[in-house]
């Protein structure tokens, strides 16, 4: 167990809804990472925050958006949903913004129908 | 853009025998990573390589670093089929005191009794 937590583990949705991941980090961490794994696209950085503020952004959509909460939970909203959004969307994180080392949550498994 | 390579993709190999993944990325970078995932579930961090020369072990897997050839390998030992898995290294590039993860495409080995 890393430590890290997401809920909820599988979600299957239609086209066009809205959803929210959600992110708690392990106790003490400050950074919060955001990874896409598709079969098609791999292993993709999505958006970091540290300590409530966005960080460093990679390929993400602009149907989606996230945030850090004052707790450090993060949260990743996922709108418009198309088809090709279905994907295990992780969470990661670290203690402080640059990383040592970066410890996994088990992972949301998104399916669009 | 960081381009992170890996080969093989698929690797099927019978117990005890002995075999390398290789992992080839673009740009500068200080760290490299190694993580092992199962089906369905997350990524366990197996090594961190922090600089030119490094080798770290752990049981029948050893993985080194050359940052001058931007190159890392992951050597397996006397393989067993506990070890099948998706193996993955990871590049860390750093930008104004913030890190992110490229992962390379993921090598699927099957260990064969």
């Known amino acids: 167990d890393s430590g890290v937590t997401q809920t909820p583990k599988h979600l299957i949705t239609a086209t066009g809804q809205r959803v929210t991941l959600r992110c708690s980090p392990r106790s003490g961490d400050l950074s919060v990472y955001w990874y896409q794994q598709s079969l098609d696209q791999g292993l993709q950085f999505l958006i970091q925050y540290y300590n409530g503020e966005e960080r460093a952004k990679g390929n993400i959509l602009e149907r989606f958006s996230a945030q850090q909460f004052p707790d450090l939970h993060s949260e990743l909203n996922l709108s418009s949903l198309e088809l090709g959004d279905s994907a295990l969307y992780f969470c990661?994180?670290?203690?402080?913004?640059?990383?040592?080392?970066?410890?996994f949550g088990q992972g949301t498994r998104l399916t669009v129908v | 853009e960081l381009k992170v390579e890996q080969n093989p993709l698929f690797l099927s190999m019978q117990e005890g025998k002995n075999y390398t993944i290789y992992c080839n990325y673009s740009t500068t970078s200080d760290r490299l990573y190694w993580y092992r995932q199962d089906p369905g579930k997350s990524l366990e961090s197996l090594f961190v390589?922090?600089?030119?020369?490094a080798v770290k072990q752990e049981g029948r897997l050893m993985a080194s670093l050359d940052t001058k050839a931007r190159l890392s390998t992951l050597h397996i030992t006397a393989a067993v089929h506990d070890l099948s898995a998706t193996y993955f290294c990871a590049v860390a590039i750093s930008n104004f005191g913030n890190e992110k993860l490229t992962f390379g495409t993921g090598t699927r080995l099957t260990i064969i009794p």
């Open positions: 390589l922090l600089s030119n020369g």
């Open positions: 990661a994180s670290s203690v402080v913004s640059q990383l040592t080392e970066a410890f």
